[in-house]
């Protein structure tokens, strides 16, 4: 595949982890924020080829993850209205509320429809005029702009049965979140590519400066990774807190500006809550006055909904880097995918999920 | 003026199933002579018993059943008439028995199309025909619309199993070579991708064929080398790895690098961010085969064309009893799993 | 977060007033909209999200940075060690 396998040569593989091992000279904590990354990292087990003088840990970059419980509980309520075709990424379907999660809704009679794109929820709705379309708009910086454009479409249609119920979170205030915290243990960052692919990497500068930690974008496949560990390890080395672009072939500074102008149309910045992490100011998106009647959880009155997280789960800390999944004391045991107890062990990208699946053989 | 008799005839020529065409009455009998008993037709059938009387051969008798319901009825490179034939077929085959007879249960909706109906029962006979078995025995019921979707089928298959053979899943031995019979996920994402609502344009064909005639051979030729056969269908590879390692206590070892993936399955997977080995397949084999034998079994197995793009995948182990560990393309190891239900698309 | 695969624009279409296209991901072909990418063209590869084609791939800068690690590996600068640890692929 094009723009894939280049990327995945295990011999340009072995030459940057030779080049890593080379240039580490002490031991580094870095964080990869995109549950994309942590995905591809264990599935291509690339944390047992490092040397061990190297961390990584996982961050909060899993949409599915960080969507708070109170959201789940909103989307469970309107997807199980008699008049409503609930949409939603195939993601979001087994992440648990209180008691239920989407599948239950569906099979207690609820109409929970998978959707690859946002506009094919959209599609939906002009097909049933007589139901209420809501979509699950759930996701980072990089799925805002498709969210944002069903609802730009919907508004120039004037589609009054279709509505969104937003949950868009944004990376760089997580970033803050998490070097301001008394706990953190993270030197340099590996950047979500794809986030960046829309916002550019000029919005990181301040971050590297204000905390001095190095900052490198990068993409999915195992040579971008190992080259972004190498180049951010350099930089750590040389004590350098400086933004280097290591996914040159889709991010440029200044990211997709006609992403963003729309985004900026349809969304503004809001507080919103992350679960696990509880509220982190500005951190995410809600829709603009404009755009109000499109919004799922005004419609349906679900705002008043709240929801309280297991007490065993301690996916907040897991997120942050400062817990691996292995020391959650109900990994594996009360939490499994199965019967998981955290977002984090939902997601086959959640931090949780992907140390339960691709563990690290001990033998 | 005269005025016609009351009662006007019923209309017996229906375009879709009708209630009545499973209350048991004239007009079952219609859908049976006008849809099932032209392709179908076999010395057993034709006499419309309730049961179907056979002398079987001699020696143990391989018993299977197996229900299909797939969305959509019609996918690319089959329909669910065949699916339902080749399915059966199989499982009796990778038991080493010889397939024989099957029976057919139809649950069909009110309101499927008679010509859609057709076209599935006319590939279950050429199904059953290609593998050599026949349909004795069968029976239709209707539900009301929307109780099911478009048609159910239901197949139970009877096999003799061969003199001297003897599959199970719980014979792995370490040391065996575990051989795979082509590439990975071609049925699951053929199904997926056809599905509304998923904005593919794609025509990724399903691999659905019955792999009576290849097993046969390889146990003609091997009969003792081969230690188990499985069809990886729903769950994948990975399901049935973990199916064969977990039975026999043994650890299965595999390797990234030979698993054989279509381009256009692998291009679906990688966006719909599923992995192959989880993928559903109709028409692929995995063998443990001792290793003596590996090479053997696997030039046979490619000499058939179900299994021409075959490989050997991996081995049977001691260590880790009942896990599947897979050497990646960097060389580090990682478990694979079962996959947990059903397989979503995802964006993250 | 966010897969987003890379395929090429093999068609453009409208729908319903948007800019779409129909992606070739290794031969799966997808629907994608092409909104936020507007100077596209047939041939050129992208990466798509959530059915949406996110950037043209730079063709350029891809081919720039790939021939520099082959050059490295070439000239070998870089060496590896006696005790790499990549085992060998049996
Ligand atoms: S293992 Fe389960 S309970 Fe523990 S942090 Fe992860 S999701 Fe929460």
Redesign the interface.
């Known amino acids: 595949m094009r723009y894939i396998d280049e990327y995945r040569d295990p011999e340009l593989a072995r030459t940057l982890l030779d080049e890593i091992r080379r240039k580490a000279t002490r031991r580094w904590t870095i964080m990869e924020i995109c549950g994309g990354q942590t995905h591809s990292i264990l599935r291509n087990g690339l944390d047992q080829l490092l040397p061990g003088s190297i961390e990584l840990v996982h961050g909060p970059g899993c949409p599915v993850c960080v969507t708070p419980l109170e959201s789940i509980e909103r989307a469970l309520a309107i997807a199980a209205r008699e008049e409503v075709i609930f949409t939603s990424f195939g993601d979001m379907l087994r992440v648990p509320g209180n008691a239920k999660d989407l599948f239950m809704v569906r099979s207690a009679g609820g109409d929970v429809r998978i959707v690859f794109s946002p506009l094919d929820a959209l599609q939906i709705a002009r097909d049933n005029p007589s139901k209420e379309v809501v979509f699950f708009a759930v996701g980072f910086e990089t799925t805002a702009p498709a969210n944002a454009m069903a609802v730009w479409q919907a508004a120039r249609e004037g589609r009054e049965n279709f509505s969104v119920l937003v949950s868009q979170v944004m990376v760089p205030p997580a970033m803050r979140a998490i070097l301001s915290s008394p706990g953190n243990r993270v030197q340099g960052f590996l950047a979500a590519g794809h986030v960046c692919a829309v916002m550019g990497y000029e919005e990181y500068e301040p971050v590297a400066r204000e905390f001095h930690v190095p900052i490198v974008p990068t993409g999915f496949e195992p040579v971008d990774l190992l080259a972004g560990i190498l180049n951010t390890v350099e930089l750590l080395e040389e004590g350098r807190a400086e933004v280097v672009n290591r996914y040159g072939r889709v991010v440029s500074r200044e990211g997709n500006p006609v992403a963003r102008e729309i985004m900026a149309k349809v969304f503004e910045v809001i507080d919103r809550p992350w679960r696990g992490i509880g509220l982190i100011p500005d951190s995410g998106l809600g829709l603009r006055e404009a755009f109000a009647r499109f919004d799922a959880e005004k419609k349906f009155h679900v705002t008043n909904i709240c929801a309280q997280e297991s007490p065993l789960c301690m996916s907040g800390s897991v997120l942050q880097g400062m817990l691996k999944p292995d020391g959650c004391p109900a990994f594996a045991k009360e939490c499994t995918p199965e019967h998981p107890l955290g977002a984090t062990m939902v997601s086959s990208e959640g931090a949780c999920a992907a140390y339960y699946n691709y563990h690290t053989i001990v033998s | 003026m005269t005025i016609a008799p009351a009662c006007p005839t019923p209309i017996m020529q229906h375009e879709t199933v009708q209630m009545a065409h499973g209350a048991g009455g004239r007009l079952s009998q219609a859908l049976m002579q006008r849809v099932f008993m032209p392709h179908l037709s076999n010395a057993f059938l034709d006499l419309l018993d309730d049961q179907a009387k056979l002398d079987l051969p001699l020696g143990r008798t391989a018993f299977t059943t197996d229900t299909y319901v797939v969305s959509p009825v019609f996918f690319p490179g089959g329909n669910i008439g065949e699916l339902a034939v080749n399915g059966t077929v199989n499982d009796l085959a990778v038991g080493g028995a010889r397939p024989l007879y099957l029976s057919a249960g139809f649950v069909l909706e009110e309101g499927l199309l008679l010509a859609e109906l057709e076209t599935i029962v006319k590939s279950m006979a050429e199904a059953a025909r290609r593998a050599g078995v026949m349909i004795v025995t069968g029976d239709t019921k209707v539900v009301g619309k929307g109780q099911c979707d478009k048609i159910f089928i239901n197949t139970s298959g009877i096999g003799v199993i061969r003199e001297g053979v003897n599959l199970s899943c719980r014979n792995l031995k370490a040391g065996d070579s575990i051989i795979l019979s082509g590439t990975v996920g071609d049925h699951g994402m053929a199904i997926m991708?056809s599905r509304e609502?998923?904005?593919?344009?794609?025509r990724?064909t399903s691999d659905c064929v019955a792999l009576n005639g290849m097993i046969g051979s390889i146990l003609d030729e091997l009969p003792c080398a081969i230690h188990a056969m499985r069809d990886p269908t729903r769950g994948g590879v990975a399901a049935t790895l973990n199916e064969l390692a977990s039975s026999s206590s043994v650890g299965i070892e595999i390797?990234e690098?030979t698993i054989p993936v279509?381009?256009?399955?692998?291009?679906?997977c990688?966006?719909?961010?599923i992995d192959p080995l989880h993928v559903a397949n109709e028409g692929k084999l995995v063998v443990a085969v001792a290793a003596d034998n590996a090479r053997e079994a696997l030039d046979l197995i490619r000499s058939f064309d179900p299994g021409r793009d075959a490989v050997i995948i991996g081995s049977v182990v001691d260590?880790?009893p009942g896990?599947v560990?897979m050497?990646?393309?960097?060389?580090?190891?990682?478990?694979i799993?079962l996959p947990?239900g059903e397989q979503?698309?995802?964006?993250? | 977060m966010c897969l987003a695969i890379p395929g090429k624009l093999i068609e453009l279409t409208t729908e319903n007033g948007l800019k779409m296209g129909i992606i070739d991901v290794n031969g799966s072909k997808t629907r994608a909209c092409l909104e936020y990418v507007p100077d596209i063209k047939a041939g050129q590869y992208t990466i798509v999200h959530a059915g949406f084609a996110l950037k043209i791939i730079d063709e350029e800068e891809a081919a720039e940075s790939l021939k520099l690690w082959q050059e490295l590996i070439e000239s070998g600068a870089f060496q590896p060690e006696e005790d790499s640890p990549f085992p060998e692929i049996v």
Not at chain 2, 197 to 202: D, E, K, N, Q
Not at chain 2, 262 to 267: F, I, L, Q, T, W
Not at chain 2, 270 to 273: D, I, T
Request: glycine share 10%; net charge positive; proline share 5%.
């Open positions: 991708t609502g998923l904005s593919f344009h794609s990724i390797n690098s279509k381009p256009d399955v692998r291009g679906a990688e966006l719909l961010g260590d880790h896990m560990v050497r990646t393309l960097y060389g580090s190891r990682r478990i799993d947990l979503l698309p995802r964006i993250c």
